[in-house]
């Protein structure tokens, strides 16, 4: 059977499908709730999805599904990117679902219906498989919630053959143990392969009658990228953990993750979703490549994804041009981890602000175009694209200097001097933006009052520097509360407690005050809090994310629905200590609740990063520079996929300075393995 | 520059759509069909389409309107391939000819959405007024099922009749009492196989009267348990064209069959 075209798959009203729509139920709900527009699906680049497949057993379904709204979750390219190969695959379909909101979620539940697809409108537990994207910590009562919505336990062990598999995958399964409890599989890194070899397993499963649940997780358990927590038992010693064993057999001790080695094989998204009511980062989004060996020791997408991998320039060319034309979008982001250091940057920067011809001859694109990079460095060359793209319509500018002294910096290994910060945002004041945002974190190792006012400092100096070019330049700045990923070099760090963050984020705002043209943003300390628990937990916190989402804890993500007092409650009724889980340094030798997963990068490597950081001495990028053995590469025989050889505009950090620590920065240790520093909640 | 005025309608689910998220359909539809769209001046220019009266979040319309600038297009190209000569089409629409079948408005409602269709696409002479200023009356059709229609049409009835309507909303932190009756146009109701239709003319100057207005006004609870419940129709705005009422664009008369099953 062949794939439809996008052309021949325009939505159609549901009386046309194939039984299983429950539209007709839904629709006179619709009309009694906020926004209904994101219930309807219809969007341009929508499937509708050929139920008639005729695999033995019927096609493998997928229903990809993220826990939270339609408006946060739709742009999801992860998710769109699997939907469409599954697509592709011959014996399988794929449709969509998201969290409904509070007013639908009761009326659905009020007049006994599930959650359902947004193409076919067609109940949850009807799939194989439900597949969510976890990329928060504080949506894992929402993933609860939407299982039972579905009408499937909870618990992953209360499962029978006919409920469908629940998968996760995205950046939070790093360490997937706290959910461990809720899910049958767990995907580990790039699913652009997997994704098709677990169709595959459950197509067979499906073909042999759908036998014993365990037999098929046994078999997916097999599959590299694949980790089933049944299939490891967890013992303990106190508090501590001793060891996660494997007791199934044939599956490995250690789960590794899966990396696509070629970018350019998968240009996916190929229809990205146009969707007709507004959502986040509404545009088109054109990946220009994966991974990043910066080296930021705070930033875990940073470490799990590498090594980088670059779509050819050509490939980035042709998914600009033909992504515009067919949805219409007067925005393309050009998306990564770090977009200034893409290989070709300059000459895609210059065809798209129309100073070049495109080099396939595909003429003039359909009116202004506006391009955004989301990440900026923080350098001259940084604006001077910006600048060149944003000819048409001008968006606004963020940098991410996030930390406001240049031995805060150091120790996180964001190389970034005070200068650099000035010159791009004197770049960026002279070419006529008023106002840019600068993104700050505060609690990091090793941080003194010294550090968090530096923030204060470099903003009003920020201000001096617009005062050359403007009247009332204006700073936006937005502090979050460092907490502590897995595969990081700081997962031993212990996060600095909410009481502490708020005394920071209070310094700060005292700082501030006589600043004039700052404005201040800063996250809740108490949801920081949460994220860190949870970034970090084990499989003991399952029973507090169930407690916390029996008592009505959903959309935790949202300020508004946060609630402190379930989870510190849910904490205390089990037994378990905030601070132990949150707040205190782990050891070397500590088991940690993913020591049975890995990221390719060697303990090793970490571990001296970590000395590294806290002697306050950088490393530079690998990209350009000899290899140090993360393991990220030398593990899976993989290598960078990099254009160029030397970075854009030169210098390892794009701006050529030193970095080893200076004699006059003075180290600042901290206590390793007793207790937390700073002031603790109670 | 040219401006189009383009007449489309709104059914089925894409009736859950802000008048906001049909804005933004149009404009990548626009730009889409490979219209010469001119673009407003400034820091951030902006595609020049102009819309009519909004349409609730819920309700369908089988006439909605908007206007949209063109800037003049070069010279036909002979090599083009495009199934729309789109300059022929501009000097068919500048001569002022309805650009019909295959045409623009075809070509329109193959980039949007199931649900918006666009019926007509027609050159309007500069300076004509905009649909926000002209659009005198429009006329609704309300459908309530398992409701009989003549309690509706008492109800109705029993409103038209009284010399005032009264209604009271805050209005700049205040509150303030408005007539709703001479606003109130004439009505009519009739039974389908999918309940009571009322079909009823409200005016627009000097403010709209909204569709839920009326139906609390009606003042049924005993037929309208929930207004969410009603489903509301626009089926017409209407202009006055030197004392004569009509449409922004009027479609050819549907055959009496067609009606009935658009209703």
């Known amino acids: ?682 | 520059m040219t401006r189009l005025r383009v007449r489309y309608n709104k059914r089925g689910r894409v009736r859950f759509l802000s008048h906001r998220d049909v804005a933004r359909c149009l404009e990548r539809a626009v730009r889409r069909a490979g219209l010469p769209v001119a673009y407003s001046q400034g820091f951030s220019p902006r595609a020049r389409l102009h819309f009519g009266l909004a349409l609730s979040n819920g309700f369908e319309s089988d006439a909605e309107f908007f206007d949209v600038d063109l800037v003049d297009p070069g010279p036909a190209d002979p090599g083009s391939a495009d199934p729309v000569d789109l300059r022929s089409t501009m000097e068919r629409a500048v001569a002022g000819h309805l650009v019909g079948a295959g045409g623009l408005a075809e070509r329109l409602s193959s980039v949007l959405p199931d649900g918006i269709d666009v019926a007509a696409v027609v050159p309007i002479a500069a300076g004509t007024a905009s649909l926000q200023d002209s659009v005198e009356v429009c006329t609704w059709q309300f459908r309530l099922v398992e409701v009989p229609a003549d309690a509706l049409d008492a109800a109705a009835t029993r409103l038209l009749d009284r010399d005032r309507v009264e209604v009271t909303l805050i209005r700049k932190g205040k509150q303030v009492s408005e007539d709703l009756r001479p606003l109130l146009g004439e009505h009519s109701t009739r039974m389908s196989s999918e309940g009571a239709v009322l079909t009823i003319d409200l005016g627009t100057k000097p403010r709209s009267v909204r569709p839920v207005e009326f139906l609390a006004a009606l003042d049924a609870p005993e037929l309208i348990g929930n207004v969410a419940d009603v489903r509301v129709l626009r089926t017409h705005q209407w202009i006055n064209l030197d004392g004569q009422r009509c449409e922004p664009i009027s479609l050819p008369r549907p055959s009496t069959h067609a009606e009935e099953r658009a209703s």
């Open chain 1, 1 to 682: 059977m062949t794939v439809p075209t996008a052309a021949a798959q325009r939505f159609e009203p549901v009386r046309t499908e194939p039984s299983g729509s429950m539209w007709d139920q839904l629709e006179p709900l619709l009309a009694r709730v906020e926004k209904p527009a994101r219930y309807i699906g219809g969007e341009d680049g929508a499937v509708r999805p050929d139920w008639s497949r005729r695999a033995p057993g019927g096609p493998v379904s997928w229903l990809f599904t993220y826990p939270d709204t339609y408006e946060i979750g739709l742009p999801n390219q992860g998710l769109q990117i699997l939907a469409e190969i599954v697509t592709e695959h011959p014996d399988a379909v794929a449709e969509r679902a998201y969290a409904p909101w509070i007013d639908l979620e009761a009326e659905l539940r009020a007049h006994g219906l599930p959650l359902f697809s947004v193409e076919g409108h067609r109940p949850a537990a009807m799939f194989d498989l439900i597949g969510f994207n976890l990329s928060a910590e504080l949506t894992y009562t929402n993933l609860v919630n939407l299982i039972d919505l579905a009408g499937i336990p909870v618990r992953a062990a209360e499962r029978s053959e006919q409920h469908p598999l629940v998968c996760i995958g995205g950046h939070c399964t790093y360490n997937p143990e706290p959910v461990a409890d809720f899910v049958d599989l767990v995907v580990l890194g790039d699913g652009e392969e997997v994704v098709s070899e677990i169709t595959d397993v459950v197509l067979e499963w499906k073909a042999s009658g759908r036998g014993d649940r365990r037999e098929v997780l046994l078999a997916l358990a097999r599959v590299p990228g694949v980790y089933v927590p049944a299939a490891y038992e967890v013992s303990y010693d106190g508090p501590r953990l001793r060891s996660i064993e494997p007791i199934w057999p044939g599956v490995p001790a250690v789960v590794e993750k899966r990396t696509i080695a070629d970018l350019g094989a998968w240009p996916y998204p190929k229809n990205q979703l146009v969707p007709l009511t507004e959502v986040v980062h509404d545009r088109l989004n054109v990946e220009v490549f994966r991974g990043c060996t910066r080296g930021c020791r705070f930033c875990q997408a940073g470490m799990i994804t590498r090594p980088v991998r670059e779509r050819p320039a050509e490939q980035v060319r042709t998914m600009v041009a033909e992504g515009l034309r067919r949805t219409g979008y007067d925005e393309v982001a050009l998306t990564s981890l770090s977009t200034a250091d893409f290989s070709n940057i300059t000459d895609i920067v210059g065809e798209l602000a129309g100073n070049r011809p495109p080099a396939d001859g595909s003429g003039d694109l359909c009116g202004p175009v506006s391009v955004s990079l989301p990440s900026l460095r923080v350098d001259a060359f940084g604006v001077g694209i910006a600048a060149e793209l944003q000819k048409g319509r001008r968006s606004g500018l963020t940098f991410a200097p996030e930390a406001g002294t240049w031995r805060m910096r150091q120790v996180i290994n964001k190389l970034i001097r005070d200068e650099d910060l000035y010159g791009a945002v004197d770049s960026a004041y002279s070419q006529g933006w008023r106002r840019v945002k600068l993104y700050f974190l505060t609690g990091l190792p090793t941080e003194t009052d010294v550090d968090t006012l530096g923030i204060a400092e470099l903003a009003a100096n920020c201000i001096e520097v617009g005062r050359q070019h403007q009247r009332s330049p204006g700073v936006t700045v937005s502090v979050g509360g460092f907490v502590p990923k897995p595969f990081t070099p700081f997962q031993w760090f212990g996060q600095n407690t909410a009481v502490e963050l708020q005394r920071k984020i209070s310094l700060l705002r005292d700082a501030f005050r006589d600043v004039k043209g700052a404005q201040m943003k800063w996250h809740d300390p108490s949801a920081t809090q949460i994220e860190g628990l949870l970034s970090r937990g084990d499989r003991r916190l399952g029973p507090v994310i169930e407690s916390v989402w029996r008592r009505g804890g959903t959309f935790q993500e949202w300020s508004e629905h946060f609630r402190l007092d379930l989870w510190a409650d849910a904490m205390a009724e089990h037994g378990l200590s905030m601070d132990d889980y949150v707040h205190r340094h782990r050891t070397e030798d500590e088991v940690l609740p993913w020591s049975h997963l890995s990221a390719g990068l060697h303990h090793d490597f970490l571990w001296q990063d970590w000395r590294d950081a806290l002697a306050e001495v950088g490393l530079p990028d690998c990209r350009w520079t000899p290899c140090y053995d993360c393991g990220a590469c030398t593990g899976y025989g993989i290598e960078h996929v990099v254009a160029s050889a030397t970075p854009p505009a030169g210098g390892s950090q794009g701006t050529g300075q030193g970095l080893s620590w200076t004699p006059d920065s003075r180290p600042v240790p901290v206590e390793l393995g007793v207790g937390a520093r700073g002031r603790r909640s109670s």
